[in-house]
């Protein structure tokens, strides 16, 4: 798997906002893919988010 230079700021962005804002974080883990198609990032990208998503369920 490969992420794109591009995707990884946004990544950060998404992992770092879920971890300080609550309302952010549960409707990330309640629906992350209609979250994540707000977002301009590869599906490589949002796989990273889903497996770090998975490890909190």
């Given at each position: ?34 979250v994540?198609?707000?977002?301009d990032i ?5 796989s990273i ?5 998975d490890?909190?369920?």
């Amino acid at each position: 798997m490969e992420i794109r230079n591009a995707d990884v700021k946004i990544v950060s962005d998404i992992l770092l906002r879920a971890a300080s804002e609550p309302n952010f974080r549960r409707l990330l883990l309640s629906e992350p893919t209609k979250v994540l198609a707000d977002y301009d990032i590869s599906s490589e990208a949002k796989s990273i988010i889903r497996n770090v998503i998975d490890g909190f369920r």
